[in-house]
Structure formats: structure tokens, C-alpha cells
């Protein structure tokens, strides 16, 4: 240090012995306050992480409905609507699942593209582990369920060995009243 101007001990090596007893080395302590808060609020992210991820459900869907149309009148004076479904299987073994609606009375199902399925009243899909399954979902009831332009309707998603569920909240659109 003498060599550039600088005083003596400005950059120095400490004796291990010093530093694990906490013991100041020149005048600087090496456990201080803000180490033990640092230290702390370190730990309690990392347990939070790790409370997450273990409660995390290893069941989710995801429901986007169709913009436009916002809904179809069919021939038969039933009401559709169209959505987007996802299935989200984040465990490690297949999985054979059943989706129904609730609050919307004499609803019908139809799976786009899916000719074992067709139009019930409980499709049920067989999901591999770990992978999105996604597919396109038309929602049919009669007209007069619809007490207004939009009714709250609830997509559930059941496992059938282990009745794991899931659900997502959505709405069904009609004509105004």
C-alpha cells in the first residue's frame, strides 16, 4: 500500500481464527445487524418458495372465450358459445378427467375436433403427464335459462380415480332481454 499513497491495512489478510469468532478485523466487525436481517429475510423467501412449491395443485385449466362471436342463436333456439379450454396436468402420471358445467341448467358440451367425445353433457379427456392438453369447447343451452345477456357459469374439472378438482369461473353470453 505504501507504494500507491495509501495507508497501511486498507487491504489486508485476516487469520481465519478472527472471523469465525466475529471478532473485528481492523476496526470492522464481520456480524452486523444487516447481515442478520439480510440473512433472515434471505431464508424466509427461500421457505416461502418452497412452501409454494410443494402446495402447488398439480391440476389447472385455463378458459379463454371467444371474443366474436360473442354468441350464435342455432336453429334449434339454443344459445353457444364458444371457448378455448386448457389442461394443465403437472403430475407425473396420466390422468383421465371429466369436465362439467355448473349454473347453467341443460347445458351441452361439444369438443372441436374430437369425434369420441361429441356432444354430452360430461366429455371426460385423457391428459399425459406433464403437458398442456388443449382444445376448442362450444357451450350450447336453451335460450330461456338465460335470465339476462350474461350468466355466471363454472367449468369443473374432476379426476375420475382420485375426485382431484379444479375450476375456473366464467360467463355465458346471450341476446339481450
Not at 61 to 75: C, E, H, K, Q
Request: proline letters at 5%; one cysteine or more; hydrophobic letters at 40%.
Amino acid at each position: 500500500m505504501a507504494k500507491v499513497g495509501r495507508p497501511r491495512g486498507l487491504i489486508d489478510y485476516a487469520p481465519v481464527a478472527a472471523e469465525e469468532s466475529g471478532a473485528t478485523v481492523h476496526g470492522i466487525r464481520m456480524v452486523r445487524p444487516r447481515t442478520i436481517i439480510y440473512f433472515t429475510l434471505w431464508c424466509l423467501v427461500g421457505a416461502i418458495m418452497v412452501y409454494n412449491l410443494i402446495s402447488r395443485s398439480d391440476l389447472d385449466i385455463n378458459v379463454l372465450r371467444d371474443r366474436n362471436p360473442l354468441y350464435v342463436a342455432l336453429s334449434d333456439g339454443r344459445i353457444r358459445n364458444g371457448y378455448t379450454f386448457k389442461i394443465l396436468n403437472k403430475a407425473s402420471d396420466q390422468r383421465t378427467l371429466i369436465l362439467s358445467i355448473e349454473g347453467l341448467p341443460g347445458a351441452r358440451l361439444k369438443v372441436v375436433g374430437s369425434e369420441d367425445v361429441g356432444e354430452s353433457t360430461t366429455p371426460y379427456f385423457t391428459v399425459k403427464s406433464d403437458r398442456v392438453h388443449s382444445f376448442r369447447l362450444f357451450v350450447s343451452a336453451p335460450a330461456e335459462v338465460l335470465p339476462d345477456q350474461s350468466l355466471d357459469i363454472r367449468f369443473v374439472l374432476s379426476e375420475i380415480n382420485t375426485n382431484i378438482k379444479a375450476h375456473y369461473d366464467s360467463k355465458f353470453r346471450g341476446p339481450e332481454k
